[in-house]
């Protein structure tokens, strides 16, 4: 896929500003998602900075417009199981907490 088709994707998926203020509002700041295309499929990638500096996991969460709520209930399972046990996101890729 070429950039130009990405960038049209991207403008095409609304729910992007969307998610992005629901995971601020679910989980604070410091949160990133971004699509990304992976064997000919667009899927989510999140991304966690903190003090730590940056954390990149890749889910197979596809990244389209009808997996929002997918989207969101992983952004919000993800944060709190690294919140209560006090673990790291590769952590949670490890037990495949944001695995669709």
Do not use: P
């Not at 998926?13 to 295309?37: H, M, P, Q, T």
Request: net charge positive.
């Amino acid at each position: 896929m070429g950039l130009l088709m990405k960038v049209k994707l991207w403008q095409k998926l609304s729910i992007v500003s969307k998610v992005f203020a629901d995971i601020r509002d679910d989980c604070g700041k410091g949160w990133n998602l971004r699509g990304r295309e992976v064997v000919c499929k667009m899927v989510m990638q999140i991304d966690r900075n903190d003090e730590n500096g940056r954390i990149t996991l890749l889910t197979n969460i596809g990244w389209r417009k009808d997996n929002k709520r997918n989207i969101l209930n992983a952004i919000v399972k993800i944060k709190d199981f690294m919140y209560h046990n006090g673990n790291s996101l590769k952590e949670a890729q490890k037990l495949n907490l944001c695995i669709n």
